[in-house]
T-cell receptor, first 112, second 113 residues
Framework: GDSVTQMEGPVTLSEEACLTINCTYTATGYPSLFWYVQYPGEGLQLLLKATKADDKGSNKGFEATYRKETTSFHLEKGSVQVSDSAVYFCALRKTSYDKVIFGPGTSLSVIP | DTGVSQDPRHKITKRGQNVTFRCDPISEHNRLYWYRQTLGQGPEFLTYFQNEAQLEKSRLLSDRFSAERPKGSFSTLEIQRTEQGDSAMYLC???????????FGPGTRLTVL
């Protein structure tokens, strides 16, 4: 069945370090891909998305590129801040009305 | 948009009791989803409504679980005869037709003692 795999955490980085969180997916067809973020004590928020191959989603300095050939959607940021500390979920959706399938999440802690 | 709201935010109950949660989607969002999230895991799909019609149910949704959306606006999720394994965060999300983005509520955290 359809699934999402992402790198295990927790990930601890110093402020201004580079971030990469790997995400790969298994799905038939051409799903839309998402990164959601969950800050401590808050609900899930959409961070960015890409709907077709080679699309790049970006928001708040984060980027991810939809790579069909490697079935990947890695999350990157050039310089993390303490405020980026959160749990990040990679996800896919097959159609515009379908359920979202989430990965297990990667916890990120950024220390000053 | 005022966002998706859920009530209550926290619920503690004893095993065997029934609980009911409410979700109010963003107005004009005709699609409504319920998910369950256990500690250290990503959310897992439970069920989905388009307007008042329940169109899909996950195998996770046992006979003790029932969801309704009677007028196509708010939705309720009821768990009967709760078990300790039901302890989780229950998330609601909504979206418009033909859009990719689901907007999530803050969740209801259920603890079954």
């Amino acid at each position: 069945g359809d699934s999402v795999t992402q790198m295990e955490g927790p990930v601890t980085l110093s402020e201004e370090a580079c971030l990469t969180i790997n995400c790969t997916y298994t799905a038939t067809g051409y799903p839309s891909l998402f990164w959601y973020v969950q800050y401590p004590g808050e609900g899930l928020q959409l961070l960015l998305k890409a709907t077709k191959a080679d699309d790049k989603g970006s928001n708040k300095g984060f980027e991810a590129t939809y790579r069909k050939e490697t079935t990947s959607f890695h999350l990157e940021k050039g310089s993390v801040q303490v405020s980026d500390s959160a749990v990040y979920f990679c996800a896919l959706r097959k159609t515009s009305y379908d359920k979202v399938i989430f990965g297990p999440g990667t916890s990120l802690s950024v220390i000053p | 948009d005022t966002g998706v709201s859920q009530d209550p935010r926290h619920k503690i109950t004893k095993r065997g009791q029934n609980v009911t949660f409410r979700c109010d989607p963003i107005s004009e969002h005709n699609r409504l989803y319920w998910y369950r999230q256990t500690l250290g895991q990503g959310p897992e799909f439970l069920t989905y409504f388009q307007n008042e019609a329940q169109l899909e149910k996950s195998r996770l949704l046992s006979d003790r679980f029932s969801a309704e959306r009677p007028k196509g606006s708010f939705s309720t999720l009821e768990i009967q005869r709760t078990e300790q394994g039901d302890s989780a965060m229950y998330l609601c999300a909504s979206s418009r037709d033909n859009t990719d983005t689901q907007y999530f509520g803050p969740g209801t955290r259920l603890t079954v003692l």
